[in-house]
């Protein structure tokens, strides 16, 4: 049974976009906003993404609006440029014959609301809102929100053969909102969990870290585990148990480079194994090498084992990823003040420069020149030479003698 409720105060990123929605009844469509800010509004959540569905076709949303740009066409999308913002507008569709277990290989434009929201995934997410500030709820997705549920709109099996990336989307909503997964939604996610080998690695990504990242990520992590999700995605099916530690214990995660760098304290990754593991994840390069100091550092805490020269190396980011990640105990107290008290913290602030040792005659331009400029760096950090220009000059004319 259909079932509306008004919203009396609807937020500012919602009456920015109301001229749009006003435009196109006034042409004679009907128009709403839709999915996730419309979840998020009512839980009082902040709203990252205005999307906008409409009875109208993308050729008659184009006749409406100055400036649109194809974004989606095939699919129904069109974006509108409104002073310098850009919403896009959806036509009411459906969808047929998911061939890639991902992408519809037919869509079909329709005029119903209803016909539309049918082909969501979750209930929560088939909400519409209209300008007025009246939801739209044709699938209970109210009353499931009200009792922290996540179910499927209509048969959750078709659902995940639609589209199995639905599965790791069930997972992350589970540890963002802090929701349970109804049980045959969770059943869905069971029987169909190997569908998830068919999805681009780059897109379970994100969504693994946004679930890692969620206020409750262990929901998120029991699942995967339960339903055996985790066989299905890079690496993580060779490491149950670690999981299942780190399932009953508290997450407070703050970026994606502390989601990573736990999984690879947790498993007792190597350098070595921790750059393969992340390019199995698409992970980008910059991440890959933080996660690698992070981890390291993590290591290092655990033998109490904590150079100067390793927290140089690491720098003040990732620190604090390694406190995040070990907790805040009596070891990992000390090591921003450590590190403040470091007299560098890049080699760019070495007193003395390569072009000064060849102006000053110590040596002529080389490899020698990394090797002493490498030398006094360290030297520096680890409290064994002052970093002024004088001592560095002796201590390099000294490292050459001795070489």
Known sequence: MAMIVRIVEIPTEFKEALPILQKIEAAGYEAYFVGGSVRDTILKRPIHDVDIATSAYPSEVKELFKKTVDTGIEHGTVMILDHGTGYEVTTFRTESGYQDYRRPDKVTFVRSLKEDLKRRDFTINALALSESGQVFDLFGGLADMQHHIIKAVGDPNERFNEDALR??????????????IESETLQGIARHSRLLEKIAVERCHSEFVKMMLGVAAQNGLNVMLDTGL???????????????QLANSPLNLQNE??????????FGFSRGQISSFLKKWKTANKIINDVILTTELLFAIKKQQVTNWLLYQTGAANITNAIDVFGHLSETQTLMSRYAGLPIKTKKQLQITGGQLIQQRVLQPGPELGKILDYLERAVVDGQISNNFDDLKAAAVNFLNED
């Open 167 to 180: 599965m790791m989307r069930a997972v992350r909503f589970a540890s963002q909102l802090d929701f349970q």
């Open 257 to 266: 480079v502390q989601v990573w760098s736990l999984l690879a304290f947790k």
């Open 230 to 244: 985790d066989r299905h995605v890079p690496v993580l099916g060779e490491h149950e148990q670690a999981l299942k």
